[in-house]
C-alpha cells in the first residue's frame, strides 16, 4: 500500500512537470511570435548606430534641432566609430550560441551578420573616398575639433575664432584655386566632396548656432565672420560638383531621362545582397517566360471581346472604359470593397477590422504624377487623375492609363491586403526587424496577390482579365527593361518605345514610368523586385500550401507575421530548414507552371 502511494505520487510529480514542460513550451512559442533570441542583439545594434550617427551629426545646424533629416557626410571620427560598432557586434553574433537557438533566432542573426558586413563594407568604401578628396579640404580637420569641442558645451574665446574663420577663407581659397587646375573628377567623387563640403559648413552653423547670444563676445566677433565663411563654401561646394565628369554607359538619346547603370558585377552584388540567387541573364529568361504566358492569356481574352488576335484593340477599349470626371475616387472604393468581399468569402487571410477602417486616401499632385502616373499606395492609396492644370491630351492619357479595369488589380495590391495591410502588420509583429526591408518581399507581396487572384477566378469579364494581364505585362517589361538597361544595353528611349510597343501603355504614362524607375530614387533592383518577389511568394505558396502543410490562410497569415525580410529567410522558417550563420543564397524558386484555376 506504501509503495502504491509512493508510485502514485512519483506519477503525479511528473504528471505535474510535464505539465509545466508543455505550459512553458506554449510560452515560448508564443514569445516567438514577436521576438527571437537574436532580437536584444538587433534591437542594440540598431540603437548603437542611431546613437553614434546622431551624436555625430552637426546637431542644431537646422531648425528643429534634429539629425535624421541633415544630409552631410560622415566626419572621419564619425567613420571610426561605426566602424568599431559594426565589428563589436560581429563579434557578439559569433559568441552567440547559434545551434542553440529557434529558426527565428537563427533567421535574425543572419540577416544581422549580413546588414553588418555590408555596413563595413559601405564604411570601408566612404574611408577610401575620403582619402581621395581629403586634399581639397586640408581645413577640415580644424573645422571638426571646433565642432568637437561645441558638442560639450566647451568656452570659446571669440577672438581666436574670429581668427581661425579669417585663417580658413585663405585656406578655402587656396583649395580653390588647386581644385580649379585639376582635371575634371569622377562624378561621385565630385559629388562626394560638394557633401563633404558642405557638411562641414553645417558644423560651423552648429557651433554658430549654439554660443551665438549666449556668449556675448563669440557674437560680437563671429556674427560678421560667420555669413563670409558660410558664403564662401557654398560657393566652394558648387565649384566642386562643376569638376564631376559623368562615366556612364548609358548610351546618349533624346529622352532626356540620364541615370547611371550599374553594370553586370554590382547587379550580382545586388542580387546576393537581396538573396537573389539568379543572374541578370537568368531574370530575363524568367521576364520573358512569363511575358510569353501573359500573351496567351490576353489573346484569350481578346478573342472573348471580339477582336481575334488583335488585343491591342481590345487594349484600346479597355482604356476607353474610363469613369467621368470626379468619379474615380468613388470607383476606387467600388474595387476596394469587392476585392476585399472577394476575399473574405474566400477565407484567404486574416483582415484585422481596424485595418479595414482605417486606410486613407488622398489626390496625388500634378508634379508627383510626372513620375508616378499611376496610383501608388501604403498608409492611404493615392489617386492619379487629371487635375484642371493640366494639358488637354495629358488629361486623357491619364484618365485612359487610369480606367476601371487596369485599376481592378491593384487597388488590393495598394490597400487590402496588399501595402496598406504589410505596414498595419508590420507595425505590430516583430517590428524590430524593420531595418530588414526589402522590395522583393514588399512589392512582391502585392503582386503575389495580383497573380493569385487571377488564378481564383477574381476577374469575370474579359476586359477585367485584359486588365490584370496589363499590369502583369507590365512587372515582366518592369524586369526587361531594368535589366538591359542597367547591363549596358538599352537606353531610356528604348525602354519608354518598349513599355508602349509590347505593353500597350501611353507615351507619357511610359514617359513617367521610366523617369521613375531610373531617376525617382528607386533603387537598381527596385522595378525587377515586382514580379521576382511574386514568383517567389507563389512557389512558396504551392510549396506549403498545395503539399497539405498549411491551408492558404495560415500561410498568408505566418507571412505577415513575420515581418519584412527577404523571402528565402521566410521560407526557411517555414520550413524549419537547417541553417548555419554563413547561410548564402541558393534558393531556385522559378519553375514555370500554368495559371491555378
Request: hydrophobic fraction near 35%; glycine fraction near 6%.
Amino acid at each position: 500500500m506504501k509503495q502504491t502511494a509512493i508510485l502514485f505520487t512519483v506519477f503525479s510529480l511528473l504528471t505535474s512537470l510535464a505539465g509545466e514542460s508543455r505550459a512553458q513550451s506554449a510560452n515560448e512559442q508564443q514569445l516567438l511570435t514577436q521576438t527571437s533570441e537574436t532580437a536584444d542583439i538587433m534591437i542594440n545594434y540598431k540603437q548603437d548606430i542611431d546613437a553614434i550617427k546622431r551624436f555625430y551629426t552637426p546637431y542644431g545646424a537646422e531648425s528643429g534641432y534634429g539629425w535624421r533629416n541633415v544630409v552631410t557626410q560622415s566626419s572621419p571620427e564619425q567613420m571610426k566609430r561605426l566602424k568599431e560598432v559594426n565589428e563589436l557586434y560581429l563579434e557578439k553574433l559569433d559568441k552567440k550560441d547559434f545551434n542553440g537557438i529557434s529558426i527565428y533566432g537563427k533567421v535574425d542573426a543572419i540577416l544581422l551578420k549580413r546588414d553588418i558586413t555590408a555596413a563595413l563594407g559601405s564604411l570601408a568604401a566612404e574611408e577610401k573616398e575620403y582619402q581621395q578628396i581629403s586634399q581639397y579640404i586640408p581645413f577640415a580637420e580644424e573645422i571638426y575639433q571646433l565642432e568637437k569641442g561645441r558638442r560639450r558645451g566647451l568656452s570659446v574665446d571669440g577672438q581666436q575664432v574670429a581668427a581661425l574663420y579669417a585663417k580658413l577663407l585663405k585656406e578655402i581659397d587656396a583649395a580653390n584655386v588647386k581644385l580649379e587646375k585639376q582635371a575634371n573628377i569622377d562624378m561621385k567623387l565630385a559629388e562626394r566632396l560638394k557633401k563633404s563640403i558642405e557638411g562641414l559648413g553645417l558644423r560651423l552653423k552648429s557651433v554658430y548656432n549654439f554660443y551665438y547670444g549666449y556668449d556675448p563676445l563669440f557674437t560680437w566677433w563671429i556674427e560678421q565672420p560667420q555669413k563670409v565663411l558660410a558664403a564662401r563654401l557654398e560657393q566652394y561646394a558648387l565649384a566642386a560638383v562643376k569638376k564631376g565628369e559623368v562615366k556612364t554607359t548609358q548610351k546618349a538619346d533624346n529622352s532626356g531621362i540620364v541615370g547611371v547603370p550599374i553594370g553586370r558585377e554590382e547587379f550580382i552584388r545586388q542580387l546576393k545582397t537581396e538573396m537573389i540567387s539568379y543572374t541578370p541573364e537568368e531574370l530575363l529568361d524568367i521576364a520573358n517566360k512569363e511575358f510569353e504566358w501573359c500573351d496567351r492569356e490576353m489573346l484569350k481574352a481578346s478573342k472573348e471581346m471580339g477582336f481575334g488576335t488583335d488585343w491591342k484593340k481590345a487594349l484600346e477599349k479597355v482604356k476607353n472604359s474610363y469613369v467621368p470626371v470626379g468619379k474615380q475616387p468613388e470607383m476606387i472604393l467600388g474595387l476596394y470593397n469587392r476585392s476585399v468581399d472577394f476575399v473574405k468569402s474566400k477565407d484567404m487571410i486574416t483582415l484585422p477590422p481596424l485595418a479595414e477602417e482605417t486606410w486613407g486616401m488622398i489626390m496625388m499632385t500634378p508634379e508627383r504624377q510626372l513620375v508616378n502616373p499611376f496610383f501608388t499606395g501604403g498608409r492611404e492609396i493615392s489617386i492619379s487623375y487629371p487635375t484642371n492644370t493640366m494639358a488637354h491630351q495629358d488629361k486623357l492619357m491619364s484618365m485612359r492609363g487610369n480606367n476601371p479595369n487596369f485599376s481592378f488589380p491593384t487597388v488590393q495590391h495598394e490597400l487590402l491586403p496588399g501595402h496598406n495591410l504589410q505596414y498595419f502588420m508590420n507595425s505590430r509583429s516583430k517590428a524590430y526587424r524593420d531595418g530588414f526591408e526589402t522590395p522583393f518581399w514588399t512589392e512582391g507581396w502585392s503582386l503575389y496577390w495580383e497573380m493569385l487572384l487571377y488564378d481564383k477566378g477574381f476577374a469575370v469579364t474579359p476586359e477585367e482579365k485584359v486588365g490584370m494581364l496589363f499590369w502583369r505585362m507590365h512587372r515582366c517589361a518592369r524586369i526587361i527593361f531594368s535589366a538591359n538597361y542597367h547591363l549596358g544595353k538599352w537606353t531610356p528611349q528604348e525602354a519608354i518605345d518598349f513599355l508602349v510597343d509590347r505593353v500597350g501603355h501611353e507615351r507619357a504614362n511610359a514617359e513617367g514610368e521610366v523617369r521613375r524607375s531610373f531617376t525617382g530614387g528607386y533603387g537598381p533592383l527596385y522595378q525587377i523586385a515586382y514580379l521576382i518577389g511574386g514568383l517567389q511568394f507563389y512557389a512558396l505558396e504551392r510549396e506549403m500550401v498545395e503539399s497539405g502543410k498549411m491551408t492558404l490562410k495560415a500561410y498568408h497569415d505566418k507571412v505577415m507575421q513575420e515581418n519584412n525580410i527577404p523571402v528565402e529567410m521566410v521560407r526557411a522558417i517555414l520550413t524549419n530548414q537547417n541553417l548555419n550563420i554563413n547561410y548564402q543564397t541558393n534558393w531556385k524558386f522559378y519553375n514555370q507552371t500554368p495559371a491555378k484555376k
